[in-house]
Structures are given as C-alpha cells and as structure tokens.
C-alpha cells in the first residue's frame, strides 16, 4: 500500500507524504521489538533540501550507498551535516556517468566503488537498490531512497514501478513528500496532521488491497477499488480536534 502525505497523502503498500510541516514522529512502521537497521541510498534526479528533511536529521544509518550521482547528493548532505553524520559512503554503484564533479570518486576511495558498464540490465538507482537487500542478511531492514524525483515522466513511471517488485524502498525521500510501503500486517501512526493536509491510498498488487483504518475522514472501509483507492483523504474532523494521530493497517495487499 502507497500512502502519500503532504498538502496531499497517499497510502497502499506505500505511504507517500507531500507535506512539509507534520512532525517526523508520524510514522512508526511496527515490526514487533526487533531492532530495524537503516540503510541509505542516495541517487540522482531531484532531492529534498537537507534543511528541510527532518527524517534524515532524525536518523541514523548504518550504511550509505550513492548510485551514479547520488554521489553529488552524499556531498551535499555531507556539507550540510558534517562528517560526523556522513563520513564516506560505504559503496558507490552505477556506471558513473551523471556523477558532475569526477573527483569525488577518488576523494572516497575508501569507499567500495562497483561500476558497471553503460550497457546493463538496470538502472543504477535499480543495483543500489538490489545491494541494500544483500546487506545486513537476515537482519530486518529499513531502506530509504533520497532523490529519484523530477524529470521526465518515463523516469518517475520507473521508479514507482520498484515498489511492486521485491527490492522496494520502505522510504522515499522526494522534494515537499515522504513516501512509506506498508506491506500486509504493517502499520503505521501518523502525527500531527492538520485539516489541509491530504492523504491518498495507492494500490500496488492490483486489487489485493485491504486496508484498516481508524482518524480518517473516509474510513479503510469506505475504500474504492483500482489503483488508487482513496484520493485527497484527510484526518477526520474528531481526530484533529482531540489531536489524535491517524492509525492505517495493510490488512491484505501492498
């Protein structure tokens, strides 16, 4: 389920937030008393301002990958936060051929560089995808992708094509939105949200969507059939007054 947030929410397999003033404290995906390790990807395209991603000032990662350009991204948040937070990538993937300034790659040599040739198979947000699954084997696992936004819509189209396939982010980080997967028995609480901000459910296993719901205007059950089950939903009038978080559980689907 894809939720989005933001002046504009969507959920179903995924949560998307488009909105910029809920507090990071929104969204507890609960996976029971395991500890979850966070794992980083930054890649190319368009990417939220470091000042104004909370969710990355939040958190800590436990490894940092760039793919191809993402690499400029790491430099970015890496001025912004300081070394302390971000030192040196742990791997840098892709065909290398976007990344602006060709120097980083040698100022992280420390880093693991795996690159591949122009002529793959996969995009090289795809392979650092395809590695964060790999890593931390047997352990639980929350990816998060910064960047892939903007541009032309055939590149969208692709990246949101990921989360129906079996290396999706649990997070992506996009300008103004916060996008979740809430995949079957998955939860989440959203915090804080105001009576303009909207959220919509997005199906991603074609009608497999179940969803419950407790806050919202329009209740789970009250969902549509189709890609997109409920669009511009919003807290319920009673939730907002009392300061009630939002409370969604994937029933069934992604």
């Given at each position: 389920s894809l939720k989005i947030l933001a002046k504009s929410v969507s959920f179903c397999g995924m949560l998307r937030q488009l909105f910029k003033n809920i507090v990071e404290s929104e969204y507890h995906k609960r996976t029971g008393n395991a500890i979850m390790k966070n794992v980083l990807i930054f890649t190319g395209g368009e990417y939220p301002n470091p000042d104004e991603c909370p969710y990355i000032s939040d958190n800590s990662f436990d490894f940092v990958l760039c793919a191809d350009s993402g690499l400029d991204v790491f430099e970015c948040y890496k001025k912004y936060f300081g070394e302390k937070k971000f030192y040196c990538p742990d791997i840098i993937i892709g065909d290398m051929d976007s990344v602006s300034d060709k120097s980083l790659i040698d100022k992280y040599n420390t880093s693991v560089l795996k690159k591949y040739s122009h002529y793959k198979d996969y995009s090289d947000t795809e392979l650092a995808l395809m590695e964060a699954k790999n890593i931390f084997p047997g352990e639980k696992k929350n990816v998060v992708?910064?960047?892939?936004?903007?541009?032309?819509?055939?590149?969208?189209?692709?990246?949101?094509?990921?989360?129906?396939?079996?290396?999706?982010?649990?997070?992506?980080?996009?300008?103004?939105?916060?996008?979740?997967?809430?995949?079957?028995?998955?939860?989440?609480?959203?915090?804080?949200?105001?009576?303009?901000?909207?959220?919509?459910?997005?199906?991603?296993?074609?009608?497999?969507?179940?969803?419950?719901?407790?806050?919202?205007?329009?209740?789970?059950?009250?969902?549509?059939?189709?890609?997109?089950?409920?669009?511009?939903?919003?807290?319920?009038?009673?939730?907002?007054?009392?300061?009630?978080?939002?409370?969604?559980?994937?029933?069934?689907?992604?």
């Open positions: 992708l910064l960047g892939a936004s903007g541009g032309r819509i055939d590149h969208f189209l692709h990246v949101y094509s990921m989360f129906s396939r079996d290396f999706f982010p649990d997070v992506w980080l996009t300008p103004g939105m916060k996008s979740f997967v809430l995949c079957e028995k998955q939860s989440c609480r959203i915090h804080a949200l105001s009576i303009e901000d909207r959220i919509s459910f997005l199906d991603l296993e074609c009608g497999m969507l179940s969803v419950r719901s407790q806050g919202l205007e329009w209740e789970g059950d009250r969902f549509m059939g189709g890609l997109v089950p409920s669009l511009s939903n919003r807290v319920s009038d009673s939730n907002y007054r009392n300061s009630k978080p939002v409370e969604v559980t994937v029933e069934s689907g992604r």
